[in-house]
């Protein structure tokens, strides 16, 4: 099993800054990639940014200039720095691992977190 834990959500104005977190745990033996996706209420959940094997990053058009994703391979974890926060990014944010884990053998894994609260509002 590989666990997800995310934290460094709450309430900001708008224009404002936070960092969310996200570490990953258990019998990893290698992570392919991590992504941060968003859930607003009555929305679909969606892709915000993901660092794909080779490190190669993708983000969501309507953050891109404005979040930055980073890894520490070492820490197996994972952030998201969010800048200039705008109502429209209220949501449940999730980290999203996949990769390779062993238990009694090696396995392919696809882990979600329990999700963190970002509220943007004045």
């Known amino acids: 099993q590989v666990q997800l834990v995310e934290s460094g959500g709450g309430l900001v104005q708008p224009g404002g800054s936070l960092r969310l977190s996200c570490a990953a745990s258990?019998?990893?033996?290698?992570?392919?990639?991590m992504g941060w996706y968003r859930q607003a209420p009555g929305e679909e959940r969606e892709l915000v940014a993901v660092?794909?094997?080779?490190?190669?990053?993708i983000y969501a058009d309507s953050v891109k200039g404005r979040f930055t994703i980073a890894r520490d391979n070492a820490k197996n974890t994972m952030y998201l720095q969010m800048n200039s926060l705008k109502p429209e990014d209220t949501a449940v944010y999730y980290c999203?691992?996949?990769?390779?884990?062993?238990?009694?053998?090696?396995?392919?894994?696809?882990?979600w977190g329990q999700g963190t609260q970002v509220t943007v509002s004045p």
């Open positions: 999203k691992a996949t990769g390779w884990g062993t238990n009694t053998r090696r396995y392919e894994y696809t882990s």
């Open positions: 660092i794909i094997s080779g490190g190669s990053i």
């Open positions: 258990g019998s990893i033996l290698s992570i392919s990639s």
